[in-house]
């Protein structure tokens, strides 16, 4: 059997295409132009599958973060869900950061998105947390998420040791940061997640011994 002349489309395909590019080129290089031209269709064959370039970017966002976990909840440990929520937040945001605008603008009408933040709410709530505490802590976490993974703060600094010598003898060892900067972004993340979570423990007590 002869193959199509023209290829077969799907919205698996255009997602795969979209986020390739998006990695690529970057989310202001992305229209359905550009995104047609990279699949060799016209851009009228991508409007049959999505109406407009904000519908596919959300259905892109739903999948990329398929997998952030939001199942600490549920044993009613606020903590443990707290950790559980951030770090497979944030290992998504990683993951693609060009996507990270249209992910971090918030849940809007994406189902996947309003489904977490319906159990985290509800986990912090059924945990003994204020609604109002709920939503600002949910809030909190997602600026300590999104602020961990827009750059990276190692990476940010110069190589050469020139730069430094003798102007900022307190950064003679910053050409160096580069070397580790996973490591030091990871560990970074985990001790700013730590101190929020410590410092929400006798916030908590408070709130707990007032409602009592």
Known sequence: ?????????????????????????????????????????????????????????????????????VSGFEGGDWRAGLATWARSYRAALIEHPNLLPVIASGPGRREEALRRADVVHGGLVGAGWPPRYATMIGASTKYLVVGAATRSFA????????????????????????????????????????AFLDGLTPVFETVRTARG
């Open 1 to 69: 059997m002869a193959r199509p002349k023209t290829p077969i489309l799907s919205k698996p395909v255009i997602r795969r295409a979209a986020l390739e590019l998006l990695d690529r080129d970057g989310l202001e290089r992305l229209s359905m132009r550009r995104l047609a031209e990279e699949l060799d269709v016209r851009a009228a064959s991508l409007y049959g599958h999505y109406r407009t370039k904000e519908e596919l970017l959300g259905d892109i966002a739903d999948e990329v973060t398929a997998d952030i976990d």
């Open 155 to 194: 990476r940010g600094f110069d190589d050469d040791a020139r730069v430094y010598r003798d102007r900022y003898p307190n950064l003679s060892q910053a050409h160096l940061l580069a070397e580790v900067a996973t490591e030091i972004d990871e560990d970074s993340f985990e001790l700013a997640l730590t």
